[in-house]
Structures are given as C-alpha cells and as structure tokens.
C-alpha cells in the first residue's frame, strides 16, 4: 500500500463517520458542522484524483457559502418554538411536492446513460471539463435543484415567523 491508498482509505472512513455524525446527532449545529469536516475530506479525494479544481470548489462553495447559508437557516429556525407549534397540512403538503419534484429530478438525471469525465484513461478535473457536461447535459436537473434550494429557503423563512396574535 503507498500514500495514495492509505490517504484514500482515511479520508473515505473519516467521509462516512461524518456522515453518520450528521445524521446521529441531534443538534443541528453539530449536525452542521459535521457536514463542514465531510466537505474537506471530499476535497482531499479530490485532491487524491489530482482535481484540483473540485477540490478548491469543494471547499470554497460547499464547506464556504453553503454552510454559511445553512448555518443562518438553523439560527433563523427557533427549534424550541418549532416543537409547539402546531401540525400544518399546507407545509406537510409542499414538504411531499417538493419530495415528489426530487424524485422525479432523479428519474430524469438516472434515465440518461453515464457519460464519464475520465477521456485516456485519466481523469481531468479542469474547469471545462467540469462545466461543460454540467451545461450541456444536465442544464434542466441543474436549475430544477436552484429551484428546489429556493423554494427550501422561503418555506424555512416562512415557517421560522412567529405568529402574531
């Protein structure tokens, strides 16, 4: 075994403990910033695959702006408030429209044959490379997912107000 396998090896097992973490763990913070650490270690498998590009992406957007944006989310949520609050049909309905939608992104992106990055054996993680069968192939999953992020952040924001009397 060399470098490369056993870098792999940790950063996939550190990969899935963090996972397991953001699932497990009951505060969202916590939740938030195992997701964080997940980011950096998916940056190093990058790294390890020599794109330097997805990996400088991986933490810039991901660990960087996203978390960010999720991270104001939970703040802006008042979880103690949120557990009196009383069941709503309107938000358990947009909560399965918005589930169906995924779904039916899913079929649409599965349905399309696999058409690897990888061109002479390696794989090249360069901008053109990353962003051209983003926007040639998958433009339409693309901006359905920019939709459904969108429609998220309003549902939050309108859920986390408190009710006036």
Known sequence: MNVHDILFW???????????????????????????????????????????????????????????????????????????????LLAVLGGVVVAATLVWEFRFVLRQPVQLLVTGGKFHGGLKDVVAPLFANYMLPFEITALLLLVAMVGVVLQSKKETK
């Open 10 to 88: 940790v950063f996939s097992i550190a990969m899935l403990l963090c996972g397991v973490g953001v699932i497990v763990s009951r505060n969202p913070v916590n939740c938030a910033m195992f997701l964080v650490v997940l980011f950096f270690f998916m940056a190093g498998l990058f790294v390890l695959l020599e794109a330097f590009f997805l990996a400088a992406i991986q933490v810039l957007v991901y660990a960087g702006a996203v978390m960010v944006l999720f991270l104001f989310v939970i703040m802006l949520l008042d979880i103690q408030a949120s557990e009196r609050r009383k069941f709503r």
